[in-house]
């Protein structure tokens, strides 16, 4: 299968650890997944509580409604889920990690004009280490994304280097701070990009995103995803019910019952936060946060 990805592309997802790839998602995708959101706006509207399906910003009322992040939109929009198996999401993927990949999750953050919510610097490693590490997430800019709207922004290189502490009071928080870390703010790189656009990064990189005080949307659809003899260490918060579901993940190629083991940096995300299981509210648990919440 021919290759989607230069070979300086590829070179420099290896060194850096992260990719903008511009115009890989077509319009009438795009139009697609927007008209999917516009429905689950409407939905968030009759809610007055976050639920599995839908996460609500912690400023939303129903007057006033405010939609935070769309759970696992693959397995409740058709759209989405055919995107995530279609060429324009795989084919960069097999470039990066190889032919036989295993999805961990999706989401879709929604990061509204004014008010969208930041998450805090972290690694998706730390959440769900693996036995070894050809883990990435790829981002579909739904909308354009520039300076003002929030962007992920990430800490190039950093994905060679160790997993950092994500707890707060020996409780896991999903969060770590930059000076604790020796990483200075003005060294992080935003992923910036016209919508269509896919951002590409490595599942050990730093990365986070701020509050989105513009007037414009920021939503990122992701998929994140690992080669399929990357196998969860015990303790991860990776939950599977068997093989048999293990193996329904597969998005390409073959499954296997062989680990491959990696000699990197591997913390355990325990003891797990007694609250509902959202990076948002967990990172709650951080006392030095790095960026600004919504106020109303």
């Given at each position: 299968?021919?290759?989607?990805?230069?070979?300086?592309?590829?070179?420099?997802?290896?060194?850096?650890?992260?990719?903008?790839?511009?115009?890989?998602i077509p319009e009438d995708w795009l139009?697609?997944?927007?008209?999917?959101?516009?429905?689950?706006?409407?939905?968030?509207?009759?809610?007055?509580?976050?639920?599995d399906r839908l996460d609500l910003e912690d400023t939303h009322t129903p007057e006033n409604p405010r939609l935070r992040r769309?759970?696992?939109?693959?397995?409740?929009?058709d759209v989405m889920r055919d995107l995530m198996f279609s060429d324009h999401v795989l084919a960069p993927a097999r470039d990066l990690i190889g032919p036989d990949i295993r999805l961990h999750t999706t989401k879709l953050n929604m990061k509204s004009a004014g008010y969208g919510a930041a998450v805090e610097?972290?690694?998706?490693?730390?959440?769900?280490?693996?036995?070894?590490?050809?883990?990435?997430?790829?981002?579909?800019?739904?909308?354009?994304?520039?300076?003002?709207?929030?962007?992920?922004?990430?800490?190039?290189?950093?994905?060679?280097?160790?997993?950092?502490d994500?707890?707060?009071?020996?409780?896991?928080?999903?969060?770590?701070?930059?000076?604790a870390a020796g990483l200075n703010p003005e060294d992080a790189v935003p992923l910036t990009g016209p919508a269509g656009?896919?951002?590409?990064?490595?599942?050990?990189i730093?990365?986070?995103?701020?509050?989105n005080t513009s007037d414009r949307a920021r939503?990122?659809?992701?998929?994140?995803?690992?080669?399929?003899?990357?196998?969860?260490?015990?303790?991860?918060?990776?939950?599977?019910?068997?093989?048999?579901?293990?193996?329904?993940?597969m998005l390409c190629g073959e499954p296997t019952l062989t680990p491959r083991l990696k000699d990197i940096p591997i913390r355990i995300p325990q003891p797990q936060p007694d609250k509902p299981w959202s990076i948002y509210e967990i990172q709650k648990g951080l006392k030095d946060r790095a960026f600004e919440t919504a106020k109303d």
């Open positions: 299968m021919a290759e989607v990805l230069t070979p300086d592309q590829i070179a420099f997802y290896q060194e850096h650890g992260y990719l903008v790839v511009e115009n890989q139009r697609r997944i927007r008209d999917e959101i516009a429905r689950f706006e409407d939905e968030a509207a009759t809610m007055t509580a976050s639920n769309i759970k696992l939109p693959h397995t409740i929009s610097w972290h690694q998706d490693y730390a959440f769900y280490p693996h036995t070894n590490d050809d883990i990435l997430a790829i981002g579909v800019l739904i909308d354009d994304m520039g300076l003002e709207n929030g962007p992920l922004m990430v800490f190039p290189g950093s994905h060679r280097g160790p997993v950092f994500h707890h707060a009071d020996g409780v896991f928080a999903g969060a770590m701070s930059l000076k656009s896919i951002s590409i990064h490595h599942g050990r730093v990365h986070g995103s701020a509050l939503r990122l659809l992701f998929y994140e995803m690992m080669a399929a003899d990357a196998f969860p260490i015990m303790g991860s918060m990776t939950k599977w019910d068997g093989i048999a579901d293990y193996n329904a993940r």
